[in-house]
């Protein structure tokens, strides 16, 4: 007489929620791994880069060109020993970087100076390695006021009302051209010595000097800390700015809707470096 068949032993069903904490585990490990070694988000806080930036502006960051450090990563976990990879940056790259005070943030700033080079202004002119960097007069730069770029960032002097009633800021706009002949917009607000006329920077090896495109209104390498951020060691360096991907001007209101459409700065999105 045949043996009945054994009875089927089925696997124990596996846990929901033990599956669905792997999936974001993975999700967690993707996301640091992307941000931290091809792309990562970087939001415009300040004016220190008007022209070409604006308050409100939100830019995707490259992070393979110069290399990968510790600040590489997200809060600047210490996983990455030196730096590897490394690759100096170009004169005229914008570029995010650590800032190395006490309270360390991300700044964006753009390469002026590169390791061995001499920095100085005269009479508000870049003199780069003892020759005085072509920057001419062009039209004012003129930007509307709105929530995130009011009075309180445009000083009374530079404001202006168009014709049709619309308040704006008003400002000298120059275009620099460098050695290698990147171009860009700077603007000079105003004659200020401790910014206009410097002595001359060394630029010490492992390191760069960077400035603001908004002259008058950029803590940048020409102040030593905690005015501004003097020479910026290469380690600090996270990544090239590389595409604006969005654009607010600060008037949206998240009860309504309609309004993230209207506070959006459509002509900024997707404008590249």
Not at 10 to 20: G, H, I
Not at 66 to 75: C, M, N
Not at 191 to 206: L, Q, S
Not at 222 to 231: K, L
């Amino acid at each position: 007489m045949a043996k009945p068949p054994a009875p089927r032993t089925t696997a124990p069903a596996k846990s929901e929620t033990r599956e669905t904490l792997r999936f974001l585990l993975i999700l967690a490990l993707v996301v640091f791994l992307f941000r931290s070694f091809v792309l990562a988000p970087f939001s415009i806080p300040s004016e220190s880069m008007l022209p070409r930036l604006l308050i409100g502006d939100y830019l995707f960051v490259s992070k393979w060109n110069y290399g990968y450090s510790r600040w590489s990563l997200p809060w600047g976990l210490p996983l990455i020993p030196g730096r590897v990879f490394a690759a100096t940056p170009a004169r005229g790259d914008v570029v995010v970087f650590r800032s190395p005070d006490p309270d360390s943030h991300d700044v964006i700033k753009r390469v002026i100076g590169l390791p061995g080079d001499t920095v100085q202004m005269r009479g508000g002119q870049l003199v780069l390695n003892g020759k005085p960097i072509p920057k001419i007069r062009v039209a004012d730069f003129t930007l509307k006021l709105t929530p995130n770029f009011d009075t309180r960032h445009c000083d009374p002097q530079f404001q202006d009302t168009l014709p049709d009633g619309i308040a704006i800021c008003r400002y000298r706009r120059y275009r620099e051209t460098l050695p290698d002949g990147k171009s860009y917009f700077v603007l000079d607000q105003r004659d200020i010595p401790e910014a206009d006329d410097t002595g001359v920077y060394m630029v010490p090896a492992g390191n760069v000097f960077l400035m603001g495109d908004n002259r008058d209104d950029s803590a940048d390498s020409r102040f030593a800390p905690p005015v501004g951020m003097g020479y910026i060691p290469m380690d600090r360096i996270e990544g090239k700015a590389l595409v604006t991907f969005f654009s607010t001007d600060g008037s949206a209101e998240w009860i309504k809707p309609w309004t993230w459409v209207t506070a959006t700065r459509w002509n900024r999105i997707g404008e590249g470096f």
